[in-house]
């Protein structure tokens, strides 16, 4: 079964600095996609960015931008000029299709906290 | 254009009631996933369709637990009789049939409350 762990339960960055949310899994799969979602206090789960395991070069969304490293089966997103709004719970999610089902797994999550 | 749309969301019941969730997907959209998320458990996807069909419903916890997608543009999620550790927040989310890569999209929520 494939899992998802994010290793740090909390952090804590100041307003305009660059932090990384560190995420990793394990499956046996070769073809998946990889998904980081936000989810502020208001409790709506917001994609953030994505990424295609089939892909080498890591995606980027503005101040998201991700380190894919299939090898070692990490994804790591990167926040550049931390904001107030990034202020919320992140989730790493990986998905694949095995059997005729999908499944899109999450990890624990990760509390971020922007201060000012 | 609307995203999922979910009700009621907020609902707070006592125990043995039956509890209707409601879903409605972003209209195109062909699969439709129901999730619970708890402190404890995080996300978990209870149950997914395709085309109005379930595809996968290893996730329901029991059966008190039920789904039903009667059309392409409503499904709900039953619980039938509630217990106090059913209380969580229960998310629908929908996504394109365009591909795996697609994300899916999640509505605001249902945040269940039994007494």
């Known amino acids: 079964a494939q899992t998802v762990t994010q290793s740090q339960p909390e952090m804590s960055v100041q307003e305009a600095e660059t932090v990384t949310l560190s995420c990793t899994y394990d499956t046996s799969e070769s073809n998946y996609y990889l998904f980081w979602y936000k989810q502020p206090p208001s409790r709506q789960m917001i994609l953030v960015i994505r990424q295609e395991a089939y892909k080498q070069q890591n995606a980027t969304e503005n101040r998201f931008s991700v380190n894919f490293q299939k090898a070692a089966k990490s994804f790591s997103l990167k926040i550049s000029d931390s904001q107030l709004g990034d202020t919320a719970m992140y989730f790493c999610a990986f998905m694949s299709f095995q059997g005729g089902s999908e499944k899109l797994v999450f990890g624990k999550g990760m509390k971020l906290t922007v201060n000012p | 254009d609307a995203g999922v749309i979910q009700s009621p969301r907020h609902e707070v019941t006592e125990m043995g009631q039956e509890v209707t969730l409601r879903c409605k997907p972003i209209s195109g959209h062909d699969y439709l996933f129901w999730y619970r998320q708890t402190m404890m458990r995080g996300l978990e996807l209870l149950i997914y369709?395709?085309?109005?069909?379930?595809?996968?419903d290893s996730g329901m916890p029991e059966d008190r637990f039920s789904a039903k997608m009667p059309n392409a543009s409503f499904s709900t999620l039953k619980i039938q009789p509630s217990e106090p550790r059913d209380s969580a927040v229960y998310f629908c989310?929908?996504?394109?049939?365009?591909?795996?890569?697609?994300?899916?999209?999640f509505g605001d929520g249902t945040r269940l409350s039994i007494l």
């Open positions: 369709f395709n085309n109005n069909v379930p595809i996968d």
């Open positions: 989310a929908s996504r394109s049939r365009a591909g795996l890569n697609q994300p899916q999209h």
